[in-house]
């Protein structure tokens, strides 16, 4: 695996492939890399036949000046991971590299109200820094295919209609979420989690599968069921900050014809801020 730190670097690396008509996958992450994200790697290779990662850590993207400053960085033993799981070109920059004329003087992308409420209620100006810097990264790359998780679910439906709106033309493909054993979904934060923090925080995914089996038994009461699982997640000793049901293909409120919905939730368990959802297919009535 080659590893690039410039956009000249990275382009050079790039030219051979697509002067030969190689298909290329983009996977951008954050690093400290786990099992969800290799899920990615896979899914790329699968679809492609050359696979780029990239690990920046986007000051962008942080609402807090403290969780950027204590955000993992893990560089070597990501690129490692990487190597082993066939990808062919890592691009590591610096600030200065994707920023050049600084966090302050960058173009910035936005995406009107899809990225103005759940998360972007709760971490003001977050999906900004998302689309600015996924915007970048396709413009560097221009990779046929670009693979992400469905966890950050929110995150994937942004990407997407800025993909269409500016006519980037790149296949935005999901991978659904990669979970513990006892449901917690596999994230980079779940590190700040100590043993009895972690011990709580499968309490989550837990209270989104009951909200979702209600839904299932045909359960129409949306508001009483997102205050019942706010109640389960608060019991487990988590602080929600939203439980939300949304229609899957724009985040809408559901109306009474809408089938393919999801939940989504927020909560913080000690000093990790978790999120999660379910997508959830209601039977047709009648």
């Known amino acids: 695996m080659l590893t690039v730190h410039t956009r000249a670097a990275l382009a050079a690396a790039l030219d051979p492939w697509r002067r030969a008509g190689e298909r290329i996958a983009l996977v951008p992450t954050m690093g400290n890399l786990h099992a969800g994200h290799l899920a990615l790697m896979r899914r790329a290779r699968a679809e492609a036949d050359r696979v780029v990662a990239t690990i920046f850590v986007n000051p962008l993207q942080f ?5 950027l400053a204590a955000y993992p960085r893990t560089l070597e033993a990501d690129a490692a991971a990487l190597s082993g799981a066939g990808v062919d070109l890592l691009f590591a920059p610096p600030e200065q590299e994707v920023y050049p004329r600084g966090r302050d003087g960058v173009t910035r992308v936005e995406v009107p109200g899809l990225g103005e409420e759940l998360e972007g209620a709760h971490r003001p100006g977050h999906f900004i820094g998302v689309a600015t810097v996924v915007c970048k990264l396709f413009a560097m790359t221009r990779p046929d295919v670009a693979v992400f998780g469905e966890k950050d679910f929110q995150q994937l439906l942004i990407i997407r209609t800025m993909n269409a709106d500016l006519d980037l033309g790149v296949r935005v493909l999901a991978e659904p979420t990669v979970r513990e054993p006892d449901g917690l979904a596999m994230s980079s934060r779940n590190g700040y989690l100590g043993p009895e923090d972690r011990a709580r925080a499968p309490a989550l995914h837990a209270a989104l599968s009951a909200f979702g089996e209600a839904l299932t038994r045909g359960e129409r009461d949306f508001p009483a069921l997102e205050q019942a699982a706010r109640s389960q997640i608060e019991a487990a000793g988590l602080r929600p900050e939203y439980v939300s049901l949304r229609r899957r293909q724009d985040l ?14 927020a909560a913080w368990c000690g000093p990790a801020r978790l999120i999660d959802n379910l997508p959830v297919d209601l039977p047709p009535s009648g």
């Open 63 to 67: 609402d807090r000046a403290e969780d």
């Open 252 to 265: 809408a409120l559901p109306g009474p014809g809408d089938r393919e919905l999801v939940i989504l939730a």
